[in-house]
């Protein structure tokens, strides 16, 4: 029997706190697998793209996960899909997930993770440049990690700017400089084909986190600031490949670290509080697998999610 579970069932059972345990011991833990994981990326003869992220793999997990999205930019939502989790020693098709919301959790709480690493302890206004789903849950983890702080947020629909900031108790700005100007941490989580924010827009010990950046042709910080900042991020070889490096033309080398090799102590991070920093992760396999598989044995525990025969 395979485990459906909705976007409301897995509202239900994940929490900020346990997935930011998960994915911090993922971070640390996921270069013991021996198996890379794999983003693949086509474009379709349809307004959108298909993307699949294989296999997520995590030591001390006996599964994995296959997460196929269909990402359109002009729907609501833009982003939709299925993660399956099949089991380890047979692949059976444990649970069937909503990506959207897998995604969502897992990217932003990742990220809420690598900004409060790197960020410093200044309590100093947040910044959001682009008001969607996964600049919530970033907020979500970030007021879990370092508590609430004055929020500024700007977004391209004034509209949705302005409900994202009465829903956290921020106020609005008409431009991405002007939230870098108000802000100390700065997060961009937007579909930009262009810089949003060069050098000159930012400055000394401000930090920025770019979540838009996951695939070729996307692009939110401009390369001065990329190559003057102390520059973090997921995977050297695929943000090389298709995130914030290839967008800017820069290749793995120019990543200083991984956030995986400064949670496991391997890099000291950033040592002098008035640099700048940058935190520019592209979104791993193995992070699909850490969330669905929290959420397959909590649903399991509490009888969350409906069940299926598929071979039937």
Known sequence: MTLVLTRGDLETVLE????????????????????????VRTDLPFPGTATALIPGLLPGIEAYTVKVNAKFPGARPALRGVVCLHGGRDGELLALLDSATVTAWRTGLAAALGTHVLAGASDGPVGVIGAGAQAELVLCGLTV????????????????????AARHGGRTVGSAAEVAAAAHVVLLATWSRAPLLSLADTRDGQHLTGLGADEPGKQELARDLLETAFLVVDDRELAAASGALAAAGLPAGSADATLGEILRGDHPGRTDPAARSVYAPVGLPWQDLALAWLAYERAGREGVGRRIDLLA
């Open 16 to 39: 900020p706190e346990a997935c930011l345990a998960a994915l911090r011991e993922g971070f640390r833990r996921a270069d013991g697998v021996s198996v890379p994981g794999q983003r």
């Open 145 to 164: 990690l370092r508590g609430r702080r004055d929020l500024v947020v700007h977004d391209t629909d004034a509209g949705r700017a302005a409900a994202f």
